[in-house]
């Protein structure tokens, strides 16, 4: 079955960096766009980056653009997200997705705390 499990989150301090790894199973990984979201405390989830099966296209929220950066390894069925200069306002809980034959997938989160 589709597995996403989620990484690399935890507490750093305002400016940090910390990159987030989503490893995907049970489906073709190279065939399919994947987007992380993020939800956080009191707040809308927000989409927050999104590549294309290739990884040759990608869309970032304007808040984190400049900041974030979406890639993937196809070789190794697994997403990333690198998150520089880290605000408080960053902090949430960070989901991966995907969307195979109009079913909706999503990892259990990690949790990134921008705190100092």
């Known amino acids: 079955q589709v597995q996403l499990v989620e990484s690399g989150g935890g507490l750093v301090q305002p400016g940090g960096s910390l990159r987030l790894s989503c490893a995907a199973s049970?489906?073709?990984?190279?065939?399919?766009?994947m987007r992380w979201y993020r939800r956080a405390p009191e707040k809308e989830r927000e989409l927050v980056a999104s590549i294309t099966s290739g990884g040759g296209t990608t869309n970032y929220l304007d808040s984190v653009k400049g900041r974030f950066t979406i890639s993937r390894d196809n070789a190794k069925n697994t997403l990333y997200l690198q998150m520089n200069s880290l605000k408080p306002e960053d902090t949430a809980v960070y989901y991966c997705?995907?969307?195979?034959?109009?079913?909706?997938?999503w990892g259990k989160g990690t949790l990134v705390s921008v705190s100092s």
């Open positions: 049970g489906f073709t990984f190279s065939t399919y766009g």
């Open positions: 997705y995907t969307r195979i034959r109009g079913m909706d997938f």
